[in-house]
Each structure stands twice: as structure tokens, then as C-alpha cells.
């Protein structure tokens, strides 16, 4: 069986297409083969006018046509697509939606924040680290930042936060929206197990493909100060230049290392594990459950 998940969130656009394949136990394996990211930076438009622009609304409907003619290449058999934070906030998402479903026939579902906790959750990654800790999910995008909290094969907490990337770099979070996640964090965390950091994100992604660290070996919160120290000292060009980066992905770098080490702080954490997995991964195992 063949599946897909659309995630449009207010950087950029991804698809992702699986084959899933069950075993003589009929437990299921999830196969990537294909994962395409396109930079449709949606947040630009709505955190500064309210909404999309007829330019990205263009972009977008590109890019859902360009998706379809390859999930049609594959054979997808079923197709799951959602809309983040800058939809969310978006006055002319219906409009969009709308126009998007009659062109291409993708219906596009705008997610809440908690919705979008929760399915970056199912991706279990905490099912398979040890019972000695407790873990924190982090899943920081342009618009938001998910968390989820998962103690004693619980999860005992999930919330989202209007605090991202693209709203740091336009200097949108106030201070009391900080102050939320800091009392959530530590009123939630206190007395539990020692807290280990999940980061999921193309940012986080991108920090440890810098590190050069073996799969599975987390990061240390002072390692993501120093490059955040490192990353900050330099310009954009230079950023780019020096450490390979997209442009799409230099800018946003910094204020997402900046809420990753915030969030390891208040927690009391001192590593990061980086399972190369996001949102959309989630999507494809929530859709494969809803199928089943």
C-alpha cells in the first residue's frame, strides 16, 4: 500500500510518499520513497498582512499540482494533507482551499495546534528510548512550536505556541507568549524523570547534519549554544557561503536553535535526540492508522 502526507506550513511545502509493508506478523514498516520539500515561506505573507498573496497563492497551487503529477507517478493509494500555522492565521484560507481542491482535487485540512502536537507525537519515537527518562517533544516550524510531553509511557501534556521562526524574525512574540511555554515547560517537567529532548524539524535536521554525529547519538544544549553563537556571528551570505545552506533554511536557523534551547533549558535537559522526523511522517502513520 502506498501512502501520502502533504504538510504546508508557514516555511515550506513537503510530500512525502511511503510504502508500507507488513511483516509474516503483520506489524507494518514504513518505506520513504520519495520526500519533496518546496520553500513556499506562506508566514511572510500572513504574519505581516493578515494573508496569503495572490504571488504565494500561485506558488502554492504549483506546487499541489507538481505534488499530485508525481503521487499519480507512484500509484499513492491514499493521500492525507494539512495546513499549519500561517493557514491557520490566513483570512483568505478558505479562498485557498477552495481553489486548491477544484484544480487538483486535494482537499487540504487546516489542523489546530494541539491536533498538530498530538500527530508529530505518533511518529513513538519515546517507545523506543529508555524508561529512566522522561521525554519532551519539540517540533519548531516558522509559525509555531509544538511540545509534547510523554512521562512513564504517558503523554501528560500537549500544547502549541505561537512562537516560530518566521514570527522571531519579524519580532512577533511577545514576551508573554515566552512566559507561557517557560510556566507550561517547568510546571509540567517538575518532579518527573530527567527530561531527554526529541527535536523534530528541518532546522534541528540541519544542526545535526553540522555536527556530523552517528544516528541515534543525541546532541548537547552546549553545542547547540555554541552554534547558535557560531551561526549568529556571521552574515546571511556568509552563513550560506560557509555552512551550505539554502537561503530558505540560513535565515530561519538562529531563532529556531534560539526556542530549542529555551525550551532544553527551562526543561532542565541536557541532549537532544534527532530522529530525522517531522510532522509529515506523523501524518503518513495517522493516516496508514485510519485506513487500516
Same mark, same amino acid.
Given at each position: 500500500? @502506498?501512502?501520502?502526507a502533504? #504538510?504546508?506550513? +508557514?516555511? *515550506?511545502?513537503r510530500?512525502?510518499?511511503?510504502?508500507?509493508?507488513?511483516?509474516?506478523k503483520?506489524?507494518?514498516? !514504513?518505506n520513504?520513497?520519495?520526500?519533496? @520539500? %518546496?520553500?513556499?515561506?506562506?508566514?511572510?505573507?500572513?504574519?505581516?498582512?493578515?494573508?496569503?498573496?495572490k504571488?504565494r497563492t500561485?506558488?502554492?497551487?504549483q506546487? /499541489?499540482?507538481?505534488?499530485?503529477?508525481l503521487?499519480?507517478?507512484?500509484?499513492?493509494?491514499?493521500?492525507?494533507?494539512?495546513?499549519? +500555522?500561517?493557514? @491557520?492565521?490566513?483570512?483568505?484560507?478558505n479562498?485557498?482551499?477552495?481553489?486548491?481542491?477544484?484544480?487538483?482535487?486535494?482537499?487540504?485540512?487546516?489542523?489546530s495546534?494541539?491536533?498538530?502536537?498530538?500527530? %508529530?507525537?505518533?511518529?513513538?519515537?519515546a517507545?523506543?528510548?529508555?524508561?529512566?527518562? $522522561?521525554?519532551?517533544?519539540? &517540533?519548531?516550524?516558522?509559525?509555531?512550536?509544538?511540545?509534547?510531553?510523554?512521562s512513564? #509511557?504517558?503523554?501528560?501534556f500537549? @500544547?502549541?505556541?505561537?512562537?516560530?521562526?518566521?514570527?522571531?524574525?519579524?519580532? /512577533?512574540?511577545?514576551d508573554?507568549?515566552?512566559?507561557?511555554?517557560k510556566?507550561?515547560?517547568?510546571? !509540567?517537567t517538575?518532579?518527573?524523570?530527567?527530561?531527554?529532548?526529541?527535536g523534530?524539524g528541518?532546522?534541528?535536521?540541519?544542526?545535526f $547534519?553540522l555536527?556530523?554525529r552517528?544516528?541515534?547519538?543525541?546532541?548537547?544544549?552546549?553545542?547547540?549554544? &555554541?552554534?547558535?553563537?557560531?551561526?549568529?556571528?556571521?552574515?546571511? *551570505?556568509?552563513?550560506?557561503?560557509?555552512?551550505?545552506?539554502?537561503e530558505?533554511?540560513?535565515?530561519?536557523i538562529i531563532p *529556531?536553535?534560539?526556542?530549542?534551547i529555551?525550551? /532544553?533549558?527551562?526543561?532542565?535537559?541536557?541532549e537532544?535526540?534527532?530522529?530525522?522526523v517531522?510532522?509529515?511522517?506523523?501524518l503518513?502513520?495517522?493516516?496508514?492508522?485510519?485506513?487500516?
Amino acid at each position: 500500500m @502506498r501512502l501520502a502526507a502533504i #504538510d504546508i506550513g +508557514s516555511n *515550506a511545502a513537503r510530500l512525502l510518499i511511503t510504502e508500507v509493508v507488513k511483516d509474516d506478523k503483520g506489524k507494518p514498516s !514504513f518505506n520513504k520513497l520519495n520526500l519533496v @520539500r %518546496v520553500p513556499l515561506r506562506l508566514g511572510f505573507d500572513v504574519f505581516d498582512s493578515g494573508s496569503i498573496s495572490k504571488e504565494r497563492t500561485g506558488m502554492l497551487i504549483q506546487t /499541489m499540482k507538481a505534488y499530485k503529477h508525481l503521487m499519480n507517478a507512484y500509484s499513492v493509494n491514499h493521500l492525507k494533507a494539512c495546513a499549519t +500555522s500561517a493557514m @491557520r492565521d490566513a483570512k483568505n484560507s478558505n479562498d485557498i482551499i477552495r481553489k486548491v481542491r477544484l484544480e487538483t482535487d486535494i482537499s487540504i485540512e487546516v489542523i489546530s495546534g494541539d491536533t498538530e502536537a498530538s500527530i %508529530v507525537y505518533e511518529t513513538h519515537i519515546a517507545e523506543n528510548l529508555d524508561k529512566d527518562h $522522561s521525554y519532551l517533544y519539540v &517540533d519548531v516550524g516558522g509559525g509555531s512550536t509544538e511540545l509534547s510531553f510523554f512521562s512513564n #509511557d504517558i503523554l501528560t501534556f500537549k @500544547r502549541s505556541f505561537n512562537i516560530g521562526t518566521i514570527r522571531l524574525m519579524k519580532n /512577533m512574540v511577545p514576551d508573554k507568549q515566552w512566559d507561557d511555554m517557560k510556566e507550561t515547560i517547568r510546571v !509540567f517537567t517538575k518532579g518527573q524523570k530527567k527530561v531527554t529532548v526529541i527535536g523534530s524539524g528541518g532546522n534541528i535536521n540541519k544542526v545535526f $547534519s553540522l555536527s556530523k554525529r552517528k544516528d541515534g547519538k543525541p546532541l548537547s544544549l552546549d553545542l547547540l549554544k &555554541d552554534y547558535h553563537k557560531e551561526l549568529g556571528s556571521v552574515t546571511l *551570505a556568509e552563513r550560506i557561503r560557509l555552512y551550505n545552506l539554502r537561503e530558505d533554511r540560513a535565515d530561519v536557523i538562529i531563532p *529556531a536553535l534560539q526556542i530549542y534551547i529555551n525550551v /532544553m533549558r527551562w526543561a532542565d535537559a541536557d541532549e537532544i535526540y534527532v530522529p530525522k522526523v517531522g510532522l509529515v511522517d506523523g501524518l503518513v502513520k495517522h493516516l496508514y492508522n485510519q485506513v487500516k
